[in-house]
């Protein structure tokens, strides 16, 4: 019973983990990385499409990336999505590729992201925290069913702070190689 509750919490926090990371491939770096475009909804035959779904992404340079659409009708709607996306990116077609150059941040954009990072990451370790009061809860309940014991019920707090301890700091990493490769001219 107390190992079902920290194995619900452990793979919820696995989850929220990755869900930071998911987040941090949107934010650009001054690389060029096909999570930045990915994302990207295109209308496709109707129908809201995430690029990736419509089109090969690449990265053949640092400053360059480049998209290959399926079906060759698609060009003129995935460079006017990605252009339309926000991004500040500005993509050209040669009838057969879309290259989206990706150009230089500069200090006071760079300053940005790092704060949108550190949201991310502070979201992500809220759901955690979030997770284990959910799980303490749970254990508190069945402690005061008479199910389990009181030091049960310790040791399987004890263990959930473990795990909110381990994937806090995972974040903390992630943010911080992030925060690298925003700030690297």
Known sequence: MVQDIIKDAKQKMVKAVEAVKHELITIRTGRAT?????GVKVDYYGNPTPLKQVANIGAPEPTLLTVQPWEKNMLQVIESAIRNANLGLNPSNDGTLIRVPIPALNEERRKEYVKLTKKYGEQGKVSIRNLRRDANDSLKKIEKDKQISEDEKKRGEDEI???TDKYSAEIDSLLEQKER???EV
Not at 34 to 38: A, D, F, S, Y
């Open 34 to 38: 096909p999570g930045l475009i990915e």
């Open 181 to 183: 490769e925003i700030m």
């Open 161 to 163: 702070q473990k795990l």
